[in-house]
Protein backbone atom coordinates (compact mmCIF):
# COMPACT_ATOMS: atom_id res chain seq x y z
CA UNK A 1 0.00 0.00 0.00
CA UNK A 2 2.46 2.24 0.97
CA UNK A 3 5.77 2.92 -0.70
CA UNK A 4 9.31 1.95 0.52
CA UNK A 5 9.81 5.87 1.43
CA UNK A 6 6.84 6.65 2.97
CA UNK A 7 7.69 3.74 5.64
CA UNK A 8 11.20 4.50 6.15
CA UNK A 9 10.19 8.01 6.61
CA UNK A 10 7.45 6.95 9.41
CA UNK A 11 10.19 4.59 10.99
CA UNK A 12 12.39 7.86 10.85
CA UNK A 13 9.91 10.08 12.79
CA UNK A 14 9.08 7.41 15.19
CA UNK A 15 12.58 7.03 16.33
CA UNK A 16 13.00 10.53 16.44
CA UNK A 17 9.97 10.90 18.80
CA UNK A 18 10.82 8.02 21.15
CA UNK A 19 14.25 9.37 21.51
CA UNK A 20 12.95 13.13 22.44
CA UNK A 21 10.78 11.40 24.97
CA UNK A 22 13.32 9.42 26.60
CA UNK A 23 15.81 12.28 26.41
CA UNK A 24 13.54 14.83 28.18
CA UNK A 25 12.58 11.75 30.71
CA UNK A 26 16.27 11.10 31.87
CA UNK A 27 16.99 15.29 32.16
CA UNK A 28 14.03 15.56 34.22
CA UNK A 29 14.57 12.47 36.53
CA UNK A 30 18.36 13.73 37.07
CA UNK A 31 16.91 17.28 38.10
CA UNK A 32 14.55 16.00 40.51
CA UNK A 33 16.91 14.52 42.56
CA UNK A 34 19.66 17.79 42.36
CA UNK A 35 16.44 20.31 42.82
CA UNK A 36 16.18 21.57 46.12
CA UNK A 37 12.73 21.57 47.56
CA UNK A 38 11.98 22.77 51.27
CA UNK A 39 8.77 23.54 53.45
CA UNK A 40 8.27 26.60 55.40
CA UNK A 41 7.13 26.31 59.17
CA UNK A 42 4.05 27.37 58.46
CA UNK A 43 3.38 23.78 55.94
CA UNK A 44 4.84 22.30 58.35
CA UNK A 45 1.78 23.28 61.41
CA UNK A 46 -0.05 22.27 58.61
CA UNK A 47 0.75 18.81 57.74
CA UNK A 48 -1.73 16.22 59.04
CA UNK A 49 1.06 13.32 59.66
CA UNK A 50 4.89 13.40 60.77
CA UNK A 51 6.63 11.79 58.57
CA UNK A 52 9.96 10.01 59.84
CA UNK A 53 12.02 10.62 56.43
CA UNK A 54 14.13 13.53 56.02
CA UNK A 55 13.31 16.59 54.47
CA UNK A 56 14.57 20.35 54.23
CA UNK A 57 12.41 23.00 56.40
CA UNK A 58 13.63 26.53 55.02
CA UNK A 59 12.79 30.67 56.65
CA UNK A 60 14.85 32.78 58.03
CA UNK A 61 16.66 32.53 61.70
CA UNK A 62 14.79 34.66 64.48
CA UNK A 63 16.43 37.71 65.64
CA UNK A 64 17.75 36.80 69.44
CA UNK A 65 17.41 32.77 69.36
CA UNK A 66 20.77 31.41 68.58
CA UNK A 67 22.01 29.25 71.56
CA UNK A 68 25.61 28.02 71.39
CA UNK A 69 26.03 24.83 74.17
CA UNK A 70 29.83 23.39 73.45
CA UNK A 71 29.14 21.21 70.31
CA UNK A 72 25.28 22.12 69.55
CA UNK A 73 23.90 24.58 68.22
CA UNK A 74 19.66 25.70 69.06
CA UNK A 75 17.95 28.30 66.91
CA UNK A 76 14.65 29.12 65.57
CA UNK A 77 13.53 29.25 61.81
CA UNK A 78 10.36 31.67 61.57
CA UNK A 79 8.50 32.50 58.51
CA UNK A 80 6.91 35.43 60.27
CA UNK A 81 3.92 33.73 60.63
CA UNK A 82 4.96 30.43 62.03
CA UNK A 83 8.28 29.13 64.54
CA UNK A 84 10.12 25.93 64.98
CA UNK A 85 13.20 25.31 66.94
CA UNK A 86 16.08 23.70 65.84
CA UNK A 87 18.37 21.69 67.14
CA UNK A 88 21.75 20.96 64.98
CA UNK A 89 25.19 19.27 66.08
CA UNK A 90 28.50 20.80 64.04
CA UNK A 91 29.88 23.32 62.40
CA UNK A 92 27.41 25.98 60.93
CA UNK A 93 28.37 27.95 57.65
CA UNK A 94 29.56 31.49 57.57
CA UNK A 95 26.77 33.24 56.36
CA UNK A 96 24.13 31.58 59.01
CA UNK A 97 22.85 34.16 61.62
CA UNK A 98 20.23 36.11 63.09
CA UNK A 99 17.78 37.65 60.71
CA UNK A 100 19.37 35.88 57.71
CA UNK A 101 18.01 33.15 55.37
CA UNK A 102 18.89 29.27 56.33
CA UNK A 103 18.43 25.81 55.20
CA UNK A 104 18.12 22.90 57.48
CA UNK A 105 17.89 19.38 56.51
CA UNK A 106 17.04 16.70 59.00
CA UNK A 107 14.17 15.28 60.64
CA UNK A 108 11.06 16.76 61.70
CA UNK A 109 10.52 14.85 66.05
CA UNK A 110 6.94 16.77 65.94
CA UNK A 111 5.64 19.92 64.46
CA UNK A 112 7.46 22.19 66.99
CA UNK A 113 10.95 21.11 66.70
CA UNK A 114 13.32 19.82 64.23
CA UNK A 115 16.44 18.29 64.21
CA UNK A 116 18.56 19.03 61.70
CA UNK A 117 21.92 16.69 60.31
CA UNK A 118 22.85 19.92 57.89
CA UNK A 119 22.94 23.63 57.93
CA UNK A 120 22.67 25.60 54.60
CA UNK A 121 22.87 28.97 54.84
CA UNK A 122 21.35 31.04 51.62
CA UNK A 123 22.36 34.78 50.70
CA UNK A 124 21.65 37.26 48.40
CA UNK A 125 22.69 38.06 44.96
CA UNK A 126 24.68 40.86 46.42
CA UNK A 127 27.17 38.71 48.49
CA UNK A 128 30.59 38.99 47.73
CA UNK A 129 33.41 36.49 49.50
CA UNK A 130 35.36 38.45 52.52
CA UNK A 131 38.86 37.93 50.33
CA UNK A 132 36.87 39.46 47.06
CA UNK A 133 35.45 42.26 48.80
CA UNK A 134 38.97 43.29 50.67
CA UNK A 135 40.76 43.26 47.55
CA UNK A 136 38.61 45.18 45.67
CA UNK A 137 38.67 47.71 48.94
CA UNK A 138 35.51 48.09 49.61
CA UNK A 139 33.77 47.46 53.18
Request: charged fraction near 25%; avoid cysteine; glycine fraction near 6%.
Amino acid sequence: MYGRKVKLRFLFVVIILITLILTTFLILKSLEENVVYFQSPSEIKSLTEIDKSKIRVGGMVKKNSISINSNEVNFIITDFKNEINVSYSGAVPNLFAEGKGVVAEGFLKDRNFFSATKILAKHDENYMPPEVKEALGEK
